[in-house]
T-cell receptor, first 116, second 110 residues
Framework: KAGVTQTPRYLIKTRGQQVTLSCSPI?????VSWYQQTPGQGLQFLFE???????NKGNFPGRFSGRQFSNSRSEMNVSTLELGDSALYLC???????????????FGSGTRLTVV | LAKTTQPISMDSYEGQEVNITCSHN???????ITWYQQFPSQGPRFIIQ???TKVTNEVASLFIPADRKSSTLSLPRVSLSDTAVYYC???????????FGRGTQLTVWP
């Protein structure tokens, strides 16, 4: 079966611009989580969506936002880009219906965002 | 949430067995132990998960002692393609959030 698909794979943006990243989860998976990975901070949780609702949010400024559509596809938006937003952005999907139960997560290959 | 401690880096040679140990002294009764592997510019990939004793799959083995305060990921006969970062996670997700530490950079040399 198809895995988690993230588009685009690479992106170069200028400071001050905004960007939208897309994530298509595995068919049937209703939970989509987003992570930012940088050499300095490692993997940091951004937010999680389940059935079009944001259930959890990490410690990131309001410039980082997301949404989930009825088909479970998710988008992440970053406005007013800063140089420090350069990172690998990963999404993961899971069946995860019940809370605090680990159904296992499948990650996409990520979007490499470079802000210049 | 149980904090994990694992070595920052390890080196090995092709064909050797590699054991990466993770300490998790505060593991809760209901917590599972999960290991992920990550290659550069890719997302983490699930390797193995266990609760106690020993679990084995086609990729690795996971050894968990009776007190469950540590766990050891065992990779038999590593190859160059096993060079990656390995993360030990303890506990289930919390509303979709997995708690990643800094992981162990394994480098396999020819």
């Amino acid at each position: 079966k198809a895995g988690v698909t993230q588009t685009p794979r690479y992106l170069i943006k200028t400071r001050g611009q905004q960007v939208t990243l897309s994530c298509s989860p595995i068919s049937g998976h209703r939970s989509v989580s987003w992570y930012q990975q940088t050499p300095g901070q490692g993997l940091q949780f951004l937010f999680e969506y389940f059935s079009e609702t944001q259930r959890n949010k990490g410690n990131f400024p309001g410039r980082f936002s997301g949404r989930q559509f009825s088909n479970s596809r998710s988008e992440m938006n970053v406005s007013t880009l800063e140089l420090g937003d350069s990172a690998l952005y990963l999404c993961a999907s899971s069946l995860a219906g019940a809370l605090d139960v680990d159904y296992g997560y499948t990650f996409g290959s990520g979007t490499r965002l470079t802000v210049v | 949430l149980a904090k994990t401690t694992q070595p920052i880096s390890m080196d090995s040679y092709e064909g050797q067995e590699v054991n990466i140990t993770c300490s998790h002294n505060n593991i809760a009764t209901n917590d599972y132990i999960t290991w992920y592997q990550q290659f550069p510019s890719q997302g983490p990939r699930f390797i193995i998960q266990g609760y106690k004793t020993k679990v084995t799959n086609e990729v690795a083995s996971l050894f968990i002692p009776a007190d469950r305060k540590s766990s050891t990921l065992s990779l038999p006969r590593v190859s160059l393609s096993d060079t990656a970062v390995y993360y030990c996670l303890v506990g289930g997700s919390t509303l979709g959030r997995l708690y990643f530490g800094r992981g162990t950079q394994l480098t396999v040399w020819p």
